[in-house]
């Protein structure tokens, strides 16, 4: 069974592109969730998904940020007009539904490292 | 609101010696707890997490972690490192039964001196 997949692993873009992360989750799981990681600082939560139903947003900045989980194909993270301080790693985890094993445990991709020049 | 604390940035030890690195939280209920490791350049994986019952748990590579709700502690500790082990730590802690959203620490860079 493949892990969380994310791609690209490195994104440079330029003050003003938009930026697409893509996350595939484990096979089986229905749950997508987004961190971004500054330098020198923890994870941080930015938005919870089901196939398409976005849970919780609550760490989603309100501009310029949107993400997606369609009923086909991985989940997006779509960042508009990206600024420097854009820069930083994207991480996707995905967890199962609720009733199966490990429905509380999150499994984490090896990440997307988001470059703005 | 939910917070975790990982008061050491940057820690240290010899090979073979003990390592403990410390956790604390803040949250109301009784949380969901985990330790993940982090290589660099890599993703985040589950070394072990607490949810109920023994408050020793055993997860993999040789760790475990304590928890206290008197002291609203998640310990890691391993009894010998080794070099391998060198990476970055995160303790995180959730709400609940209903997984949502993991609050991190900013994480515990470990140094493994040969």
């Known amino acids: 069974n493949a892990g969380v997949m994310q791609n690209p692993r490195h994104l440079v873009r330029r003050r003003g592109q938009e930026a697409r992360l893509r996350c595939s989750p484990m096979?089986?799981?229905?749950?997508v969730y987004w961190y971004r990681q500054l330098p020198e600082e923890g994870l941080k939560f930015m938005v919870y998904?089901?196939?398409?139903?976005?849970?919780?947003e609550s760490g989603m900045p309100k501009e310029r940020f949107s993400a997606e989980f369609p009923k086909e194909g991985p989940s997006i993270l779509r960042i508009q007009q990206v600024v420097r301080g854009d820069s930083a790693a994207y991480f996707c985890?995905?967890?199962?539904?609720?009733?199966?094993?490990?429905?509380?445990?999150?499994?984490f991709g090896p990440g997307t490292r988001l470059t703005v020049l | 609101a939910q917070s975790v604390t990982q008061p050491d940035i940057h820690i240290t030890v010899s090979e073979g010696a003990s390592l403990e690195l410390r956790c604390n939280y803040s949250?109301?209920?009784?949380?969901?707890l985990f330790w993940y490791v982090q290589s660099p350049g890599q993703g985040l994986q589950l070394l072990l997490k607490?949810?109920?019952?023994?408050?020793l748990v055993q997860g993999i590579k040789g760790f475990e972690a304590e928890f206290k709700r008197s002291q609203s502690s998640f310990n890691l500790r391993k009894p010998s490192v080794h070099w391998s082990d060198a990476a970055e730590y995160f303790c995180?802690?959730?709400?609940?039964?209903?997984?949502?959203?993991?609050?991190f620490g900013r994480g515990t860079q470990l140094t493994v001196w040969p």
């Open positions: 985890a995905s967890s199962p539904p609720p009733g199966t094993g490990s429905y509380n445990e999150q499994f």
């Open positions: 096979k089986g799981h229905s749950h």
């Open positions: 998904l089901q196939k398409e139903n976005i849970i919780d």
């Open positions: 949250y109301g209920a009784t949380p969901y």
């Open positions: 607490y949810f109920s019952g023994d408050t």
């Open positions: 995180a802690v959730a709400r609940g039964s209903t997984l949502g959203r993991l609050y």
